[in-house]
């Protein structure tokens, strides 16, 4: 005898829509798990202005712009504050002699660009790893556990470490080590390391994602860094070397910095005396914002950082977006590297 159709059907719907059913489960539940491995986008950006303000960030730059390196990283830091939404807070702090000093608690970016103008020159030696832990500290300590934020450091400094008080908590001496992954034990580039991942400057336990982005500018005329800014760069003296610096010295010192801000998630820049500024739209670090600096934007554009690389995000929001896309286009052309059109 032929079964009824209609039986069939309902034969084959018990046992294929429970079985599609399961099929289309599986296929969700590793793309809920992958979005699991994702956090939250953070709702609000918390960033840290830290200036070195020691006596030789007083010197005049050679790049014929009559500016001191002082007056040169205030414009980075402006440029850093502008064209960012109503979510970002920055506080400016400055460092020289053996202190640090906080110029202006979280504030919009409007209240911070006008702070930024009316900061005062610098005097004094460099205390660097004091400031940078100290810095590290209070972004950790603001708004902590009330609210989704992300966390960027921006340092702008023309040497390493010489004045730090030997009872501060990441005071030592420089690392002599040739691996800027693994500073010498005890030295200040070891806690600085430290305090980052940790924010213990003593606890070195290694750790996949270190919870403060470090954006770091060295503004120094013995050093010409060749190179793109996510591979290791050759170190070429300029001028005199003044003591008691030495080659290795300055190698180890900037080799850290580079690999410290891009372990953190930040970008690393250097800038010798002679050569110009970079140029907000920049992503390469060419002195000219062209098509180069257009498609690595638009290559990333709606991507969150990391994946995407953040050279591609200008205005340091962990995500290319919009923001990004206009900056790259309003300042397409401008920068000293740019070439002149050819006459017709």
Request: proline share 9%; aromatic share 8%; net charge negative.
């Amino acid at each position: 005898m032929t079964p009824h159709p209609r039986s069939m059907q309902m034969r084959f719907e018990r046992l294929a829509i429970p079985t599609l059913a399961a099929a289309a489960l599986s296929l969700l539940l590793p793309l809920q798990e992958a979005r699991a491995q994702f956090p939250p986008p953070p709702t609000e950006f918390h960033h840290l202005i830290l200036v070195d303000t020691s006596g030789s960030m007083a010197t005049l730059r050679t790049d014929g712009s009559g500016k001191t390196r002082f007056q040169a990283a205030i414009e980075l830091a402006k440029g850093a504050v502008a064209n960012n939404n109503s979510n970002h807070y920055f506080a400016v702090w400055r460092f020289q002699d053996s202190t640090s000093s906080q110029v202006q608690g979280f504030a919009s970016a409007g209240t911070t660009l006008g702070t930024l103008n009316a900061m005062l020159g610098p005097t004094g030696g460099t205390p660097l790893a004091h400031a940078a832990c100290a810095a590290l500290d209070t972004l950790d300590a603001y708004k902590k556990d009330s609210v989704n934020a992300a966390k960027l450091l921006h340092l702008y400094s023309d040497g390493e470490d010489n004045n730090t008080l030997p009872t501060d908590q990441c005071a030592g001496p420089l690392s002599t080590s040739q691996d800027p992954t693994t500073p010498t034990v005890n030295s200040w580039n070891w806690k600085l390391l430290n305090k980052a991942r940790t924010g213990n400057p003593n606890n070195p336990s290694p750790i996949t994602t270190f919870p403060v982005a470090i954006y770091a500018t060295l503004m120094d005329p013995f050093i010409t860094l060749t190179g793109t800014p996510s591979e290791p760069r050759d170190v070429i003296i300029e001028g005199d070397m003044p003591t008691p610096r030495t080659l290795a010295s300055i190698s180890n010192f900037q080799a850290f910095l580079q690999k410290l801000s891009t372990a953190t998630g930040g970008t690393f820049t250097g800038i010798a005396d002679s050569k110009p500024a970079p140029v907000l739209g920049d992503t390469n670090q060419d002195y000219c914002v062209d098509g180069t600096d257009y498609n690595l934007v638009l290559s990333n554009y709606g991507y969150r950082v990391p994946p995407a690389p953040p050279a591609a995000d200008l205005n340091n929001d962990k995500v290319v977006d919009y923001n990004d896309y206009t900056i790259v286009v309003n300042n397409q052309g401008k920068g000293s590297g740019c070439r002149s059109p050819s006459p017709r």
